[in-house]
């Protein structure tokens, strides 16, 4: 069992000149003090009726859920699709625990492939593939050109 209590401690001074350990294991409640508490976000006047607490997520709950159709309809569609979607999400997550681990998990994830990406051999191999997908873009272009002339593919007649 992992108490967190195996790493390495320091000893500060508080105010009144006392010693006190302090653990500086980077452990998950640690990186939790960071993000906000679970639960609703609610006033706490609307918290304190149940009625009005439940009307008040059975609200948010519709709004969250059409901006997330919203969102769903634009995937295919022109406009901000994953955007949308996602601020459907946050709006959930002003209610529901379960909305705010998704957007926990989605942020981790997100900000793992960010420095992922920011890899300086990662870098180095996406722009020798995109280098590579251009002169082989510009070849065909150029055959096309060569072959055909500046024609476009549904005037050309039978050769």
Same mark, same amino acid.
């Given at each position: 069992?992992?108490? /967190?209590?195996?790493?390495? +401690? ?5 105010a009144d000149g006392t010693k006190c350990e302090t653990n $500086? ?13 679970? /639960? ?11 009625? #009005?607490?439940?009307?008040?997520? %059975? %609200?948010?709950?519709? =709004?969250? #859920?059409? =901006?997330? *159709?919203? /969102? =769903? ?9 994953? %955007? *949308?979607?996602? +601020? ?8 529901? $625990?379960?909305?705010?681990? =998704? #957007? ?13 990406? !920011?890899?300086?051999? %990662?870098?180095?191999?996406n722009i020798i593939l995109t280098t590579i997908g251009l002169v082989i873009v510009a070849? !065909?272009? /150029? ?5 055909? +002339? ?10």
């Open positions: 069992m992992d108490t /967190g209590s195996n790493g390495t +401690g320091e000893v500060a001074l508080a $500086v294991a980077n452990s998950e409640a640690d990186v939790a003090k960071d993000e906000a508490p679970l /639960g609703s976000r609610a006033p706490e006047f609307i918290k304190a009726r149940r009625m #009005l607490h439940l009307s008040w997520q %059975v %609200v948010i709950f519709i =709004v969250g #859920l059409a =901006v997330v *159709v919203a /969102g =769903v309809i634009m995937l295919p569609l022109p406009g901000p699709g994953w %955007v *949308v979607i996602f +601020g459907g999400m946050a709006i959930w997550a002003t209610e529901f $625990v379960w909305a705010q681990l =998704v #957007l926990r998990w989605t942020k981790r994830k997100v900000t793992e492939a960010t420095q992922r990406a !920011l890899d300086p051999r %990662v870098r180095r191999r070849a !065909l272009v /150029g055959f096309y050109v060569w072959k055909f +002339g500046f024609e476009m593919p549904w005037n050309i007649k039978d050769q």
